[in-house]
């Protein structure tokens, strides 16, 4: 009888392995494409911001490579932020000089790699701003979603002070 109710036990916790599916994976890959980004009428209009991707709930970012195709040649630069603060700067139009033979030559790429290790937090937005520039530039990023880092919470004790009541008694001396 002990066999037929550890077989039990296996199956039921088999089912349940079932019912509950996949595991979330740990590490998933990402990329997001937005083309135009800064594109605009004129320079004396404000630089347009553009949501390139969505970080979810539960989740973070780690940006690993921003490619950035400029064929119509924007100085630049391209500006990476989440909704509280500008995380990275791109150059844009980075000059390599060329020794040729006869003289020095002056080359510039229209399409810039940047890699990185940027954070995004859970719930934050990836927003590309191109300053400088009217005819726009085309923006993919890619990364990798990963387990949200935990926020520890605050601990309290039965019988312990705590916050605000902490906060009244600070001015009392004790008896």
């Given at each position: 009888m002990?066999g037929?109710?550890?077989?039990?036990?296996?199956?039921?916790?088999v089912?349940?392995a079932?019912?509950a599916?996949?595991a979330?994976?740990?590490?998933q890959p990402?990329?997001a494409?937005?083309s135009?980004?800064?594109?605009?009428?004129?320079?004396?209009?404000?630089?347009?911001s553009?949501?390139?991707?969505?970080?979810?709930?539960?989740?973070a970012l780690?940006?690993?490579d921003?490619?950035v195709?400029?064929?119509?040649?924007?100085?630049?630069?391209l500006?990476?932020?989440d909704s509280k603060?500008t995380?990275?700067?791109?150059e844009?139009l980075?000059?390599?000089?060329?020794?040729?033979?006869t003289?020095?030559?002056?080359?510039s790429?229209?399409h810039?790699?940047f890699s990185t290790?940027i954070?995004f937090g859970?719930g934050e937005?990836?927003?590309?701003?191109l300053?400088?520039?009217?005819r726009?530039?085309?923006?993919?990023?890619t990364?990798k979603?990963?387990a949200a880092p935990?926020?520890?919470?605050?601990?309290?004790?039965p019988?312990?002070k705590g916050?605000e009541?902490?906060?009244?008694?600070?001015d009392?001396?004790?008896?």
């Amino acid at each position: 009888m002990s066999g037929g109710r550890g077989l039990g036990v296996g199956l039921c916790l088999v089912g349940l392995a079932v019912l509950a599916g996949p595991a979330p994976a740990f590490e998933q890959p990402v990329s997001a494409f937005a083309s135009n980004v800064g594109k605009r009428p004129s320079s004396d209009e404000p630089a347009p911001s553009v949501t390139l991707y969505v970080v979810p709930d539960g989740r973070a970012l780690l940006l690993t490579d921003v490619l950035v195709a400029n064929h119509g040649l924007e100085p630049g630069p391209l500006y990476l932020a989440d909704s509280k603060r500008t995380l990275c700067s791109i150059e844009l139009l980075q000059s390599t000089l060329m020794n040729n033979p006869t003289e020095l030559h002056t080359l510039s790429n229209p399409h810039t790699t940047f890699s990185t290790g940027i954070p995004f937090g859970p719930g934050e937005p990836v927003v590309a701003t191109l300053a400088g520039g009217t005819r726009g530039v085309d923006v993919t990023i890619t990364g990798k979603l990963v387990a949200a880092p935990r926020v520890p919470r605050r601990v309290v004790l039965p019988g312990g002070k705590g916050g605000e009541d902490a906060d009244e008694d600070g001015d009392r001396s004790p008896r």
